[in-house]
């Protein structure tokens, strides 16, 4: 028979049920997700949270800023801002892996306002 992980209101798998074939799906909104045949998440209970989006598992403990963005909305955007501003304002340069990493994390915001518009 087959296993649906259930996941508590944040998306963290916090039990694992076997079920009939008939009941064997994700559903987001009783918060189950069908889970394939020889998973190993029943050792691993609380440390995956279901990303409904990507959906798959993601270590709760490797998405910090994921966290901080959640519970603070514009906090990686504030701090992108002002590592730049102080680039500016220093005449600093930043290290060219982390103007990849910016560039990238502001082409991945759709939406979101530019580096100039963001010191404003």
Request: hydrophobic share 45%; charged share 25%.
């Amino acid at each position: 028979m087959p296993d649906i992980a259930r996941l508590d209101a944040t998306g963290v798998a916090i039990a694992v049920d076997t079920v009939s074939s008939a009941d064997h799906r994700t559903d987001p909104v009783a918060r189950t997700v069908a889970l394939p045949p020889n998973h190993d998440l029943r050792q691993r209970l609380g440390q995956y949270r279901w990303d409904f989006l990507r959906a798959t598992f993601l270590p709760v403990a490797a998405e910090p800023l994921d966290v901080a963005e959640r519970e603070t909305p514009g906090l990686v955007e504030g701090l992108v801002a002002f590592v730049e501003q102080l680039e500016r304002q220093l005449g600093l340069e930043l290290p060219a892996p982390t103007q990849k990493a910016i560039a990238a994390w502001r082409r991945s915001v759709d939406g979101r306002r530019s580096a100039a518009d963001a010191v404003r």
